[in-house]
């Protein structure tokens, strides 16, 4: 391969670019073709609703939880080591999912899954921010946010026939040649890189806490819902979360070699963007599952064709982003981020005015806009958190900023389902004034998992009318949530890199570390 290409720095960058791309479409389209595949799950192997969940959770769990550090580690003994690691992991991991004979075997392999794309997502963003300098930085995060888009776009039309003409199988067969070509480019083109200011050990005990606070955390909001936000077992998982992550931080404070430098968010930038982070895929994440929970149980649409509906958005996702990428390298990130923001909250307040009949057309408008908003928005943020911190510390960053995406997306969603359940008992209340108590109860149940789907008469109608009441609501109130975050990039991220990274201090190093970096 090596004789018919002729490598040089400045085709290189380019190669490693697409070498991370290859392995994000991986992950990203992985995300939602599964979805879709449950249904043919639950009837090849009788998994139960649980085991279905799990299906999902089990990889959302150990994605987040691991991300941080699966970041950390990559600047400590290689990015491009830990990020081979992490796609040969998700490759093996899907192979064993394809050859399930059992629900447990499926959940085991889904939470292997997320640890090896706990690996994998930081690496992609650290290895593009090492490969290419600041003022380029734009435009290739920017096309990296349009594979994302991308694959994200097809994942329901691409999942939906496989499924439908192969089988839900493979879904997951399809990671290991995608999987291969990136391993492939990567040992072609990338360079080792790792922050050479480190010593090569791991801290433990910030390790230990920062999995044990985030394990905790993200089963609490997957699971709030379900087992009920007073319960005894989601207080004590809040309570679990809050005291463990006040001992990360606490330790990471004292250590001499922290895991994460509280330093990092001393950049306006840097913290802007995490909280931008945080907003965005709560935003984002909710709309569409919750969307979809409409497009399928109210208007009627089955998981493909309510896939394809979502394109508008995607689509014009994958356009905007690399576009927004190479204005981040000439105007900066804070007024494309605003921007993109203000169109988010535009398209949400426009979706809050739904009923059971609104015709697909009105939807498609707000989604365009949707997608015009996202796709300002996310590469100038990766842009703003990896331009604000050294070039040695890009992994535990892009990790950082990963977490706060995907935790964001897990109260996005818990949020928007609480207040589903609540107002949409209120509204049943009103609607159906005779129910009993527990009548109304297992009715409000109903509403997060089909919207009645299978009831008739008026109690049909008033289910469809409460969902669409508390979606609608939902909605309207995602939208002053980004509002909060357009403010945010206004007041915090900088128009453009002004002043260096806050440099850390040069660790000593050590006659171990010597030996291995040797």
Request: charged residues 10%; glycine residues 10%.
């Amino acid at each position: 391969m090596t004789g018919r290409i002729r490598l040089n720095e400045d085709n290189r960058r380019w190669w490693t670019l697409a070498a991370m791309c290859f392995a994000l479409f991986m992950v990203m389209l992985d995300n939602t073709v599964v979805n879709v595949a449950l249904p043919s799950i639950q009837k090849d192997l009788g998994a139960t609703v649980s085991g279905l969940e799990w299906t999902v959770n089990a990889y959302t769990l150990a994605f987040a939880v691991l991300l941080v550090t699966g970041g950390r580690l990559g600047d400590i003994f290689g990015r491009r080591r830990m990020f081979l690691f992490g796609v040969v992991t998700f490759a093996a991991s899907s192979a064993f999912i394809g050859f399930s004979q059992s629900e447990a075997w499926l959940v085991a392999g889904r939470a292997i899954q997320g640890m090896g794309a706990a690996f994998m997502m930081p690496g992609t963003l650290s290895i593009i921010s090492n490969a290419f300098p600041p003022e380029e930085r734009g435009r290739a995060i920017g096309t990296w946010a349009g594979v994302s888009a991308l694959a994200l776009a097809i994942g329901p039309v691409v999942g939906g026939f496989l499924v439908e003409n192969v089988s839900w199988q493979s879904i997951f067969f399809l990671n290991v040649p995608v999987a291969v070509g990136a391993v492939a480019v990567t040992l072609f083109a990338t360079h080792e890189s790792r922050d050479e200011t480190a010593p090569r050990t791991i801290d433990i005990p910030g390790v230990a806490t920062i999995t044990v606070g985030l394990s905790a955390l993200v089963l609490a909001l997957v699971e709030a819902n379900s087992w009920g936000w007073g319960s005894a077992r989601i207080v004590g998982l809040f309570v679990t979360a809050g005291i463990s992550l006040a001992a990360f931080a606490i330790i990471e404070l004292r250590s001499r070699y922290p895991m994460v430098d509280f330093r990092f968010f001393r950049s306006r930038s840097f913290l802007g963007a995490n909280i931008v982070a945080f907003i965005v895929s709560f935003a984002m994440l909710a709309m569409f599952f919750f969307l979809a929970l409409y497009m399928q149980n109210i208007k009627g649409y089955s998981p493909l064709e309510a896939g394809v509906r979502f394109l508008p958005s995607t689509l014009v996702i994958m356009i905007a982003g690399p576009i927004a990428g190479r204005l981040t390298d000439r105007v900066g990130p804070r007024p494309l981020i605003s921007t993109g923001l203000l169109l988010v909250a535009g398209s949400l307040f426009w979706q809050g005015h739904l009923s059971p009949d609104t015709p697909y057309a009105f939807l498609a408008g707000a989604f365009v806009l949707m997608g015009f908003g996202m796709g300002l928005v996310m590469s100038p943020m990766s842009t703003a958190a990896m331009n604000s911190v050294e070039p040695t510390k890009a992994g535990v960053a892009s990790g950082i900023l990963s977490m706060s995406r995907m935790v964001g997306g897990s109260f996005g969603v818990a949020a928007m389902g609480a207040l589903i359940s609540g107002l949409g008992s209120q509204r049943l209340g009103q609607l159906l004034p005779g129910l009993s108590d527990s009548a109304r109860s297992k009715l409000t149940d109903a509403l997060g998992s089909g919207a009645g789907s299978q009831a008739t008469g008026r109690t049909a109608t008033a289910l469809q009318d409460s969902f669409v009441y508390a979606l609608n609501n939902g909605l309207r109130i995602g939208a002053l949530v980004a509002l909060v975050g357009a403010v945010v990039a206004a007041v915090l991220i900088e128009p453009k890199r002004t002043t260096a990274p806050a440099e850390t201090e040069p660790l000593p190093a050590t006659p171990a570390a010597e030996s291995i970096a040797a």
